[in-house]
């Protein structure tokens, strides 16, 4: 109908390459991309096929090109991508992880691109050996801690090469691989350059000390004695 825009979008989204940044602007093989977007959170990440279907095509429709999947790992199941912590580490549900492949299959077959957030409203937990009460609000979805807790920094790395190195069976391809996904959020919000040092001092222990340890190695690194930091 004259109110169906699906047609401006080429078909599948990446069968023209990769994106990529030329000269300032979003491209492909055919030349400069634009994109229409919109965001989809928690249980919206994770259609059911049927609702999948449904709503690729209707977003199709309105001439959306983009969906950004944003807090896709804040809630346990079905809510979020989460299933139980296993031996200290966190696990997929499987169930979920089906659902959001499929979802991202029917996006992508109507010209829809991905951008996936991997670091948005995940709060590392005390089953997975961490201290999560008397955290400052500020502080809250580990977006602080996770710049300096080495362990938070192991496990999020090995979630990110868990989750991007996945095959989705739909599309025949790992995540890293596939040119539907337009481009990835390592981190949503930069926390700790927002809230600067100070906040440090508020954090309970561990992460205090972390902090200042770190802090202190940095200062020894830049200065050969107390006398010369206080003379800079």
């Known amino acids: 109908s004259a109110t169906d825009f699906s047609g401006l ?18 491209a492909t ?3 400069r991309l634009k994109m229409w ?21 209707h977003l199709a429709k309105l001439g959306v090109n983009a969906v950004r999947m944003h807090h896709h790992d804040s809630a346990q199941s079905p809510r979020g991508l989460w299933g139980p ?3 200290g580490r966190r696990t997929f549900d499987p169930e979920m992880l089906d659902r959001q492949d499929y979802f991202l299959d029917q996006l992508h077959r109507r010209g829809i691109y991905a951008n996936l957030n991997l ?23 580990d977006k602080y801690l996770l710049y300096f807790e080495p362990r938070m920094r192991e496990l999020f790395k ?40 100070d906040i440090a001092a ?14 202190n190695d940095w200062l020894a690194r830049h200065y050969a004695s107390t006398e010369a930091l206080r003379a800079a």
């Open 9 to 26: 979008s080429p078909r599948p989204a990446g069968s023209d390459g990769f994106v990529r940044i030329r000269d300032g602007h979003f």
């Open 29 to 31: 093989d055919s030349g």
């Open 37 to 57: 977007g919109v965001n989809t959170c928690f249980a919206g990440n994770f259609p059911t096929h049927d609702e999948a279907e449904r709503v690729a095509a």
């Open 85 to 87: 912590v296993v031996d």
């Open 119 to 141: 670091h948005v409203g995940r709060t590392f937990t005390e089953a997975e050996g961490f201290v999560s009460k008397n955290l400052p609000r500020a502080v809250r979805y």
């Open 158 to 197: 090995a979630f990110c090469r868990d989750y991007l190195t996945h095959t989705n069976r739909y599309r025949g391809l790992r995540r890293v691989d596939d040119p539907g996904i337009a481009m990835i959020e390592i981190s949503n919000e930069n926390s700790f350059s927002k809230l600067g040092p």
């Open 202 to 215: 508020q954090l309970p222990e561990p992460y205090r000390g972390e902090f200042r340890l770190q802090w």
